[in-house]
């Protein structure tokens, strides 16, 4: 399939609209892949239309730079574009393009270089040597944050809260929870062992309960007023 200048350019144009809802296709999945396949300009506006908000919404969330989520976008399309060929129909076709805007998300993060890893060992709870809880430093601290939040506001927040997790433990979250993998897929896609996916996932699920108690306490405490 060769691939025009105009046709890959319109993922660059994509405006980002009702990010995250996918808009219903016009045409079945056969009909929009065979359409792909014929290099059918119809059907690349078709997919970009209905598949493109949910792409945006994937490459946002794990790169949370709007200027690299527009690129990763883009490579996303035109991965698609070129691969179609290769799809076989193991999953939805929306699944199979937002595992390539996973995949592309993730490759964009390993280019970046970190000059250190940020720790979270101040978020998790602490034990003294007979083994029982310690209150952390950032127990002690966390009645200075401020936590006047209305409920309305506490799925932004626990985004929020997500973001300010280190890569390490934030993608792991995201490819648990947030896009469904299983243990098995996630340790495949990042390249680690599946014992290091637990630890890491449990580890950044009790980074975000410290992140958001403040917030989950104010609105139980608003919702009782």
Known sequence: MVLTQERTAKADQFDGANVGHVVAPSTSDSELIDGLRNDDAASYEELLRSFGPPVLAVTRRYLRSEADAADCFQETFIAVFKSIGSYRGQSSLLQWVRGIAVNKSLMALRKRKRVREDSIDYMLSQFDESGSRVESTAERQR??????????????????????LPDDYRIVLLLRDIDGLNTRETAAILGIEINAVKTRLHRARTALRYILQPILEQTHCDANV
Do not use: F, N
């Not at 009645?143 to 300010?164: H, L, N, Y």
């Open 143 to 164: 009645s200075t944050v401020e936590s006047e939040i209305d409920a309305a506001a506490v799925k932004v927040s626990v985004r929020q809260g997500i973001d300010k």
